[in-house]
């Protein structure tokens, strides 16, 4: 089966105000751009002239638009708000759009108010580089003595609440405000950052919704969606909460294979899948990532490959891609077992889109000022290593 296609090699770009622009992109080797209209606000219809253009600025240098990352879900979706039913339809527009463009790959997610939340964004490790990490401690610090969030003095233990209280006291002012603002950021390509009151704002909006309403409202958002995405062509693909555990009183709902199977069974169809990430995925230590692929492998439309150390208290890093607590190179044979799987079936998605996730930085792009986790050449190396890996594997596989 050497006949097999590669996995589609894709780099994230965050659009034209992105110091890593497309030209650089292409050095790298990655085909394929995956990127959303990050200016158009978070619920309003994509129009076709702003997809078109988009299109054509990155296919003009040599790439292909792969994947649209993210059509961000208003949030009165997530919170049955009275008024879901407008943003839905606005959601459905947007679909229908993108499709008419010839996009046909979407990753989003279903995580309350934040989207992914580190720490530190620039936590040095030994050899020099700079990493993204979450730690326990001091996200316990900011919830109980930055946010003073209700109720939360009872969601940690004795030993959590000791340890967030001597990492707040040995913490400068300065400091508090960069974890503020690193915990408060808003969408990934904007810069907005929640102050507290606009958060604790949103909190109340979350007040009476636990994870298994939260999950009945993702349920009805693909009950709603899912049928035009199958008409239309369209693989939606969620994305797994990041940190995979509840954080500030929020709920999560796809942290696990259990949120997974219940997702994909709730509303069965090929549209309906899933976005495969390691780092997200295996920074839950229950998680078996390999037999995740083997059991929902036919609906996973998008891969984000990166890895993690993860430490006793739930704290984590990001490590370098193939050197972590995930085993990547049983996690690219799973990976390639369902691309045969798929060729043997005839699917024309054999060449799933893939791409390095989170990439430290290193040599030139500390003088650089690129998107948390998503320098150029820590990014770089880790495609490398990624392709390096996988061509490795089809030799012996």
Known sequence: MNNIKKLEQTFRWFGPEDEVNLQYIRQTGATGIVTALHDIPCGEVWGTKEIYNRKRMIEESGLTWSVIESINIHESIK???PDRAEWIQKYLESLT???????KVVCYN???VLDWTRTDLNYILANGASALRYD???LAAFDLFILKRAGAENEFTAVEKEAA?????KMSEQEKTVLQNTIMAGLPGTDEVFSISEFKSHLRRYENIDAEKLRENLIYFLTAIIPTAEKLGIKMCIHPDDPPFPILGLPRIVCNESDIARIISAVPSPSNGITFCTGSLGANPVNNLTEIIRKFGSNIHFLHLRNVKKEKDGSFFEAD???GDNNMAAIMSAIIEEQK???LKGRTDV??????DHGHKILDDFNHQCYPGYSAIGRMKGLAELRGLELGLRAII
């Open 79 to 81: 919170t049955a708000a």
């Open 97 to 103: 759009n993108v499709a008419a463009c010839g996009l």
């Open 110 to 112: 279903f995580m309350p």
């Open 136 to 138: 326990a401690a001091s």
């Open 165 to 169: 209280s001597a990492c707040f006291n």
């Open 321 to 323: 891609h193939l050197d």
């Open 341 to 343: 799987l798929r060729f």
């Open 351 to 356: 060449s799933i889109p893939m791409r390095p």
